[in-house]
């Protein structure tokens, strides 16, 4: 047993670490690149914009198809594929001459948001069957998102001295090179879990969900550019039909893409609700808060009047304290219930950002509620996923972990879009009677009372889960398979194991 818990940690986790790694450093090794990237393509540099808009859309859909992929045909399978795309990708936004290449292949390198719910659900795979396999999934998945928080600092880091010292084709073939190795570590030290839930991908179903997304985060996206117009409300408006016509076609299903009974389990829905909540403060604020730093007090009132040095230790800060998060959550859960860190976590959220409301004088006010906030992110980054492994049907841990990204994309895109027109909202005007460029401070401050507010809910909302959820304790939990047993869960609500017997490994695989 020893013996599968060290290979679990230095084998499985130790070459999925570098995977999450490759991802942090993708997500952060651009950002310092920006400017040379828009001048390099002889675009404005609002246009890096779309940008952000193409690859959130994308990655909105590919989430769940690829997710319930996984689950059908083997996680692993779907993981070296997403990076082998997104090795393409990243090559070709390298060598790219035009912004419409370019565009499409940054786009498309959004496959990688699909690493982390793979990565976790292969974890879970491999400990589910030992007597502690929901707290060896838990630590595994703190390990990688600390990879995660960690690459996103040495990407942001080399980007921009490789920026400077480099061509910039050379520099951004870097991460390319980085996802050709994480790819070839996957391929030699990840073994396949052997669990297969087969079946065959709801053509009807996934039509209908990649219609729903595009309407809602195209329409949401457009907000950036244009404020809320009409435009904006009919596709948001035809969007929110759209899943409630996928619902319907999910229902009548044989083989789902979404299982709306697992969806509705007290141990799932909470858990992918605080997914899109709290994707409202981590996708959606990390631009005001950069912005808020660098305003100059001097000439609004406000802001603190950072450089783009100084800012970076700023952001760098908040970037550490959830690599801190992400790295502590499992030992929390171990001494107080997993639950319990789930809950705490939000309140950190809440916490930070609602004390910016009152504490935005100066570098140190920002700095601790920004930490605050970081280590209940951190936690509840990694926690989220492994809740959703925890509590799903064992054939049907790819599609909930994905659900935790895909809903967190879609509270990310709604914040930005909301952010944009609290942060317009007011003329600005400059100590010398001139209209500025800064965001109101009243946008502000309803940038983190939304943050927090949504924290709250999300806290709340939490509070629907049975008490025992996601531990793995024989006495407390059915058959092994991630959901309380049946005298915790309300009358009607089978388990898993009652509803879906375990799948028998694939062709070829033995037994653990």
Known sequence: MRGNRVRLAGGIVGALVVVEATSGVIQGFYTPLFSDIADKLAIHDADINWLEATQLLLSAIVVPVLARLGDMIGH?????GSLIVTMLASYAIAFSASFAVFLVAWAIQGFYVVWLPMNVSIIHSRARDLPDGA???????????????AGAIAGALLGGQLGVMLPLWATLLVPAVLVTIALVVVIVKVPDPGVRAGGTIDTRGTTVLTLALLAITGGLSLVRFNGINAWVIVMVA????????F?????RSDDPLVDMTMLRLPTVWPVILTSALFGVSVLGAQGPLSTFARTDPGEVGYGLGLDSATASYLIGAYVVSL?????IFSKASAV?????????ASGLVAAGYLALIPLHANFVQVLAC????????GALVAALPAAAAAAAPPHQTGIATGLTNTTKTIGGSFASSAFAIALASGAVATSSGEESGAGSLSGYMTVWAICGGTAIVALLVLFAVPKVAFQANDATRAAGDGLPAADALPDGVRTAAERDPKPTPHEGEETR
């Open 336 to 344: 107080w219930s997993p639950r319990f860190v789930l809950i705490g």
């Open 247 to 251: 619902v319907k076609v999910e229902e």
């Open 323 to 327: 690599l801190i998060g992400a790295a």
């Open 238 to 245: 035809i969007g929110l039909a759209l899943l409630w016509v």
């Open 370 to 377: 920004m930490m605050v906030a970081g280590l209940g992110s």
């Open 135 to 149: 707290a060896l999934t838990r630590r595994g998945a703190g390990i990688i998102v600390v990879a995660l928080q």
């Open 76 to 80: 692993r399978k779907v993981l070296i």
